[in-house]
Nanobody
């Protein structure tokens, strides 16, 4: 079993930055690919970014590419999402997810564990 706890959400003005963190329990964290998804009110949960087990491979949604950066520190069982140049349309609940395979997936169905989510609100 893996437990994921997100932190770092909040209210920020457009153009600002936030860094989300996701702390994972379990000794096998370093073998898992990790992902970030988000869900705005009335919308489906959508892929934001993913990183493979080593951190060598990353993938981003087109809407965040060049503004967001996913990274991980396996020694700390933590994955991060650095969000820069935030826009009002980035407002959503952000979820951390873990996949019990080493390679990346970009759909929610490829992930096995989910955190409780953290709210990010970007004001215009």
């Amino acid at each position: 079993q893996v437990q994921l706890v997100e932190s770092g959400g909040g209210l920020v003005q457009a153009g600002g930055s936030l860094r989300l963190s996701c702390a994972a329990s379990g000794r096998t964290f370093s073998g898992y690919a990790m992902g970030w998804f988000r869900q705005a009110p009335g919308k489906e949960r959508e892929f934001v970014a993913a990183i493979n087990w080593s951190g060598a491979t990353t993938q981003y949604a087109g809407s965040v590419k060049g503004r967001f950066t996913i990274s991980r520190v396996n020694a700390k069982n933590t994955v991060y999402l650095q969000m820069n140049s935030l826009k009002p349309e980035d407002t959503a609940v952000y979820y951390c997810s873990a996949r019990t395979l080493a390679d990346i997936a970009t759909t929610r169905y490829g992930y096995d564990y989910w955190g409780q989510g953290t709210q990010v609100t970007v004001s215009s």
